[in-house]
């Protein structure tokens, strides 16, 4: 079934007790046996071809863009998190996890997809359209009944091979019914992959509601502290891993070392730092409410947001992104990019550090977010300094 063997080591939590909290798990998963002198941490090994003659064994290491022994304790853990019997399949970046994922849809084959889902996913969905004849649509991914009536074609259209789903959205925070869209999905004959960035597996675990395949940018909350750029793509059917462990293969966007030990570094701490990031955010989006210079907040957590019910229903918790749209449209947006002196103007999300951007500066982001939406990547600092520097520069515009 895999045409490359070699390397891809099923997660091994028999040590462990069955009940075992995921708050638990990003401590203990991914640890070395434990003998007598062991380290309690796995080691990085730098080696890029394995010891080996004759016709290879399936769980041999081989060569280093197959599978390394960095690479599988972060694998594990990652996999025991999400709830599947089957390793993560780290990759180079998230992108590179997204293009394993959209290389299941044949050529000529349908895509459906959120018109807010990261921007490069949208760029790489028309990429296939362009080069492979597939047909992309892109849909409101909070509106149930629409995303099915796109993912069952009818007329010329023959239903969907993928529905890919990202749940809160980036950056418009929409909340999807995920279990309904799995359901409605499969009934239709489509799979359903998720890119569970955003919410990350202590918040959403979407193989419990019906995913065929999850990806992580991993750069962002796994690893958590902006010093890498990594992905990951994860299955539950042995097939459809397979697939991506070969696409991983052929295609070569594989994971150097340090940064796979980096992610199961920063992981240890995802926890506590997803608890913190979500009180902070829930807080401020609860204060920017009342406040006089700004026009609209979305996050989830406030009772009235439109997606409010959904994840109270779905998540364990809100995740820690706000949209922020300032009273005075674009110019006041940029304006407090401009002012913030704690805050960290940049892009990316998911960081220890609070950032924040407006994401229409980007050329290629969907014209239907707001040319004024300030997307906010809440960190792990103390509420209140986080509080004090975004009204001053909130009041300064
Ligand atoms: C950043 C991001 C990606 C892309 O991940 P990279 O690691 O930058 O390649 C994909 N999906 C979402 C939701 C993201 O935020």
Not at 9 to 17: G, L, Y
Not at 343 to 355: C, F, I, K, N, R
Not at 366 to 373: A, F, H, I, R
Request: hydrophobic share 45%.
């Amino acid at each position: 079934m895999d045409a490359y063997p070699g390397a891809v080591i099923p997660p091994d939590a028999s040590a462990r007790p069955p009940a075992t909290s995921p708050r638990t798990l990003v401590v203990a998963a991914g640890r070395p046996p434990r003998t007598q002198g062991a380290p309690v941490n796995p080691p990085v090994v730098l080696s890029s071809t394995y010891v080996s003659q004759g016709v290879p064994g399936p769980d041999e290491l081989l060569y280093a863009r197959i599978g390394t022994e960095t690479w599988h304790p972060f694998e594990q853990a990652l996999a025991e998190l999400e709830g599947t019997p089957l390793p993560a399949l780290v990759t180079g970046s998230g992108m590179a996890a997204i293009a394993a994922a959209f290389s299941l849809v044949p050529p000529g084959g349908r895509l459906v997809l959120p018109r807010h889902c990261y921007q490069v996913t949208i760029g790489h969905a028309h990429d296939l359209a362009q080069r492979s004849g597939v047909t992309v649509d892109l849909v409101d991914i909070d509106d149930t009944a629409a995303v099915l009536a796109a993912v069952a074609g009818g007329g010329e259209r023959r239903p969907a091979d993928l529905l890919w789903v990202e749940s809160p959205t980036n950056p418009m925070l929409e909340v999807a019914d995920l279990p309904a869209l799995a359901a409605g999905a499969h009934a239709a004959g489509a799979l359903v992959g998720v890119d569970n960035t955003f919410a990350t597996p202590l918040v959403q675990r979407p193989f419990e509601h019906g995913a065929d395949v999850v990806v992580h940018s991993v750069t962002k909350y796994l690893a958590g502290h902006s010093d890498v750029v990594l992905g990951a793509a994860l299955a539950t059917d042995p097939a459809l891993h397979a697939r991506l462990h070969d696409y991983r293969t052929v295609h070569g966007a594989v994971a150097g070392p340090f940064e796979v030990w980096l992610a199961l570094r920063g992981l240890r701490t995802l926890a506590l730092r997803v608890e913190r990031a979500q009180a902070n955010a829930a807080e401020l989006a609860r204060r920017l409410a009342d406040h006089p210079g700004v026009a609209v907040v979305r996050h989830p957590s406030l009772p009235d947001d439109p997606g409010h019910e959904r994840a109270a229903r779905l998540m364990a918790g809100f995740g820690s992104i706000l949209g922020v749209r300032p009273v005075g449209g674009r110019a006041a947006a940029d304006a407090v990019v401009a002012a913030v002196r704690l805050w960290v103007p940049a892009t990316s999300l998911g960081g220890v550090e609070s950032s924040l951007e407006r994401r229409r500066r980007f050329a290629t982001e969907s014209p239907t977010v707001p040319d004024d939406l300030l997307r906010l990547s809440v960190g792990i600092e103390d509420v209140e300094d986080l509080w004090r520097d975004l009204d001053a520069a909130l009041r300064a515009v």
